[in-house]
């Protein structure tokens, strides 16, 4: 008897601590496709960072290139994988608020050894072994197990990617971890969010 009311006890208070969690994550997007599939416990943030970096950079592009995601992809690329982007000015709050769900999940570590992503992390392996790309998701699998890998060296290869980041879920996915949230530790807004008076 005592044995049950512990682990009733214990079952509560799990549930009213994840319950918890989840109200204070304020999801923007949950009405779009969950194309993210890892880990059911954290496929609505994984989904939510994709389309909240994806928001991120087609805002920030959009006077120079017209409101199309497959173009802030392609201005963005080269200086995400470089680690050179205008973060400050790019991200978003949305963006700092699942940077933090990121960091509270271990996907993002502090003091990375080239990248804060968790390559070691369930969610990231999931995401790296279902790119459609099979010759990029070989390539980070090597230098991850080599210890070598460094967004760095992607710059070039992943430049043209932009066409086809809205067919290649996973790939963005990765690039949305590696490129943009791994950078955000630190990041203060260049401008401050607009207060909306309801």
């Known amino acids: 008897m005592i044995k049950n009311t512990l682990l009733l006890s ?15 994550f304020n999801f923007k997007h949950s009405e779009k496709e969950q194309v993210i599939q890892c880990d ?23 006077e120079d290139i017209g409101n199309q995601v497959n ?16 973060y400050d000015r790019v991200a978003s709050q ?16 502090k003091n990375g050894f080239k990248s804060n992503l968790n390559y070691k992390h ?23 197990d080599t210890n070598t890998m460094d967004p760095k060296l992607f710059a070039t290869r992943m430049r043209n990617y932009g066409r086809n980041a809205i067919k290649n879920r ?3 996915m990765y690039i949305a971890l590696d490129t943009y949230y791994q950078q955000l530790d630190g990041v203060v807004l ?3 969010p607009e207060v909306v008076n309801e």
């Not at 214990?10 to 918890?20: D, G, V, Y």
């Not at 969610?123 to 230098?143: F, G, M, P, R």
Request: aromatic share 10%.
């Open 71 to 86: 173009v802030g992809y392609a201005r963005f690329l080269y200086v995400g994988f470089a680690g050179t982007a205008e």
């Open 122 to 144: 369930p969610a990231v392996q999931c995401i790296i072994n279902n790119i459609e790309d099979v010759d990029l998701a070989n390539t980070i699998k090597a230098l991850v």
């Open 40 to 62: 059911s416990a954290l496929n609505a943030l994984l989904n939510e960072a994709l389309y909240v970096f994806e928001s991120d950079i087609q805002e920030a592009y959009k």
């Open 190 to 192: 260049a401008v401050e």
């Open 94 to 109: 949305s963006a700092l608020e699942v940077h933090k769900a990121l960091m509270e999940q271990n996907i993002l570590i």
């Open 170 to 172: 996973y790939a963005a």
């Open 10 to 24: 214990l079952f509560l208070i799990i549930t009213l601590s994840s319950c918890e969690q989840k109200a204070t």
